[in-house]
T-cell receptor, first 119, second 111 residues
Framework: GAGVSQSPRYKVAKRGQDVALRCDPISGHVSLFWYQQALGQGPEFLTYFQNEAQLDKSGLPSDRFFAERPEGSVSTLKIQRTQQEDSAVYLC?????????????????FGQGTRLTVV | KQEVTQIPAALSVPEGENLVLNCSFTDSAIYNLQWFRQDPGKGLTSLLLIQSSQREQTSGRLNASLDKSSGRSTLYIAASQPGDSATYLCAGPGATNKLIFGTGTLLAVQP
């Protein structure tokens, strides 16, 4: 597609419910990132994939959060047993290469995000 | 560990003014720095990417500079317009290949 696509745009979940958020990156982009953005804050890193390999998951806040990218394209962020503190906007980004790949085009492109509200 | 700071946190200017947004980072061994714009309820729109071999990039009324030695980047907006009102974020690379973001500058351009 022309850009990064995320679905759903909005999700309301009851506390304790499991949710799955989808990200379709730009075709051919090797790197994929998930971020969490609380109201009035900058995006906070959650996890990073290079193709299908999850190279960094240091930002995942708890073991209730799980991300996968099985075929190196579409990625899913799953949150189990949602809590109110999980309410945030979840942003996905892709780039042709990683941000530390010197000399290569590493511009990151973001989707519109999924706003998750846990009630 | 990379930390990114943006000053000011908020800025209000009258239409037509030139303005500068500041971004500082702690890890000077960065390879590039990217500026984004975020409108309320929207995702991030990439404005400019400055590669480490470059010192500045220009796009229309926007000019971004990068000074690795001082750990600073600035975004210059010329002849500001009400449509420029948004939150502006800068981001630099942290460990592995992730982007580390500042908390942003909320810009309001008054008509």
């Amino acid at each position: 597609g022309a850009g990064v696509s995320q679905s759903p745009r909005y999700k309301v979940a009851k506390r304790g419910q499991d949710v799955a958020l989808r990200c379709d990156p730009i075709s051919g982009h090797v790197s994929l990132f998930w971020y969490q953005q609380a109201l009035g804050q900058g995006p906070e890193f959650l996890t990073y994939f290079q193709n299908e390999a999850q190279l960094d998951k240091s930002g995942l806040p708890s073991d209730r959060f799980f991300a996968e990218r099985p075929e190196g394209s579409v990625s899913t962020l799953k949150i189990q047993r949602t809590q109110q503190e999980d309410s945030a906007v979840y942003l996905c980004a892709s780039s042709l290469w990683g941000f530390r790949d010197r000399g290569l085009n590493t511009e990151a492109f973001f989707g519109q995000g999924t706003r998750l509200t846990v009630v | 560990k990379q930390e990114v700071t943006q000053i000011p946190a908020a800025l209000s200017v009258p239409e037509g003014e030139n303005l500068v947004l500041n971004c500082s980072f702690t890890d000077s061994a960065i390879y590039n720095l990217q500026w984004f714009r975020q409108d309320p309820g929207k995702g991030l729109t990439s404005l400019l990417l400055i590669q480490s071999s470059q010192r500045e990039q220009t796009s229309g009324r926007l000019n971004a500079s990068l000074d690795k030695s001082s750990g600073r980047s600035t975004l210059y907006i010329a002849a500001s317009q009400p449509g420029d009102s948004a939150t502006y974020l800068c981001a630099g690379p942290g460990a592995t290949n992730k982007l580390i973001f500042g908390t942003g500058t909320l810009l309001a351009v008054q008509p």
